[in-house]
């Protein structure tokens, strides 16, 4: 029912800032709460943030609180990641993530239905 297509990645370097994004295509975007994930090489995949259905609550990981911020645009079934003060550890790549805003554990990926391909970000020292 959703899909993901997610765009921003690039190479920066530590301290600049990176604004990812994530459209989706289906009907009902607002019944999702969105959330965004990053996996590095060897790593299982982390909780990095996410955002109710209308924004209302976000959540972050104690690594990027303060230094990331997420948003959506529910008119234009798009979720946002904003991330400054980049540093070279949150080198990863980026997944966008939605499930139906029943679920309680929104900090678990695998409670997470809908993933977008991912986006790489790297941040050189």
């Known amino acids: 029912q959703v899909q993901l297509v997610e765009s921003g990645g690039g190479l920066v370097q530590a301290g600049d800032s990176l604004r990812l994004s994530c459209a989706a295509s289906?009907?009902?975007?607002?019944?999702?709460?969105m959330g965004w994930f990053r996996e590095a090489p060897g790593k299982k995949r982390e909780f990095v943030a996410c955002i109710s259905v209308y924004g209302g609550s976000t959540y972050y990981a104690d690594s990027v609180k303060g230094r990331f911020t997420i948003s959506r645009d529910n008119a234009k079934n798009t979720v946002y990641l904003q991330m400054n003060s980049l540093k070279p550890e949150d080198t990863a790549n980026y997944y966008c993530?939605?499930?139906?805003?029943?679920?309680?554990?929104?900090?678990?990926?695998?409670?997470?239905?809908?993933w977008g391909q991912g986006t790489q970000v790297t941040v050189s020292s």
């Open positions: 993530a939605a499930v139906y805003y029943t679920t309680r554990r929104f900090r678990e990926s695998s409670e997470y239905t809908y």
């Open positions: 289906g009907r009902s975007f607002s019944s999702y709460i």
